[in-house]
């Protein structure tokens, strides 16, 4: 059951980089790289909004594909930033 962090996510994701007629929809364990769906300048664009939505800093290391190359991935990055934050 998607979380309602995934659902921003996936409404963000949508919403900026589903517009290729080809696409309707994305799987939550979709390479967002693979599909084409995402560049480098997406890679800016998502990460400005991961910080704003969620208010968590993105480090610089930690924009790789293990951390945001899907909405799947994406949320479990947000999880264990929020939750480190929390921690501190």
Not at 22 to 39: Q, W
Not at 41 to 62: H, Y
Request: glycine share 4%; proline share 2%; hydrophobic share 45%.
């Amino acid at each position: 059951m998607p979380t309602t962090r995934r659902a921003k996510i996936r409404q963000f994701i949508e919403d900026n980089f589903l517009f290729r007629e080809d696409r309707t929809a994305i799987d939550d364990a979709e390479s967002l790289i693979d599909a084409g769906l995402i560049d480098s300048t997406g890679i800016l664009e998502l990460v400005a909004f991961l910080e704003e939505e969620f208010s968590i800093a993105v480090a610089d290391g930690d924009v790789v594909p293990e951390n945001l190359d899907s909405i799947e991935r994406i949320d479990a990055y947000v999880a264990r930033r929020a939750q480190a934050a929390t921690a501190a």
